[in-house]
T-cell receptor, first 113, second 116 residues
């Protein structure tokens, strides 16, 4: 079975500080990788995705993530946090060749003024 | 485009009652799926469909039924509601490659279900 691990259910940073949200996965085949953001009482919105090609991918709102195959990781970063980044973030995996998505348990990001 | 729509937004059921959660999309996506979201557990796949007439089970299918008679609609039926089915339910859709595999999903706003 596939698994997606997000280290830290809650992360708190100061406004202007670096944001780093961690995601590790287990997959027997090369996966497609996604980060989603969820604001309170809303559905999930795609931040960015990795399918093939360049391992550093850029998304919306200044976020980016790097696929590291050797570390089975897909960590999400943003150089400077903004108050509007406070939300819950989910990492998701779709193993290549399969049509099921697997989500991590989520990380709630708090941004302090 | 309205995207993915879900009705109702909120629902309270008594144990043993049945109901159908509605999901519709207007993006002509072949792939549709249902998830439940519980605190600390992320999203778990209930059922999914790769096209009209084709459905399959996800991680947590017990107690739920689906059917897909049109590309646009993918209703989720709770046969006999139980308190363990109290959750937030999300429907999602995705376009598919020529090989039938799906890419990023577009999510609806969710249905918050409470079973007493």
């Amino acid at each position: 079975a596939q698994s997606v691990t997000q280290l830290g259910s809650h992360v708190s940073v100061s406004e202007g500080a670096l944001v780093l949200l961690r995601c590790n996965y287990s997959s027997s085949v090369p996966p497609y990788l996604f980060w989603y953001v969820q604001y309170p009482n809303q559905g999930l919105q795609l931040l960015l995705k990795y399918t093939t090609g360049a391992t550093l991918v850029k998304g919306i709102n200044g976020f980016e993530a790097e696929f590291k195959k050797s570390e089975t990781s897909f960590h999400l970063t943003k150089p400077s946090a903004h108050m509007s980044d406070a939300a819950e973030y989910f990492c998701a995996v779709r193993p290549s060749g399969f049509n099921k998505f697997y989500f991590g348990s989520g990380t709630k990001l708090n941004v302090k003024p | 485009n309205a995207g993915v729509t879900q009705t109702p937004k909120f629902q309270v059921l008594k144990t043993g009652q049945s109901m159908t959660l509605q999901c519709a999309q207007d993006m002509n996506h072949e792939y549709m799926s249902w998830y439940r979201q519980d605190p600390g557990m992320g999203l778990r796949l209930i059922h999914y469909s790769v096209g009209a007439g084709i459905t399959d089970q996800g991680e947590v299918p017990n107690g739920y039924n689906v059917s897909r008679s049109t590309t646009e609609d993918f209703p989720l039926r709770l046969l006999s509601a139980a308190p363990s089915q109290t959750s937030v339910y999300f429907c999602a859709s995705s376009y598919s490659s020529t090989g039938g595999l799906s890419y990023e999903q577009y999510f609806g706003p969710g249905t918050r279900l409470t079973v007493t």
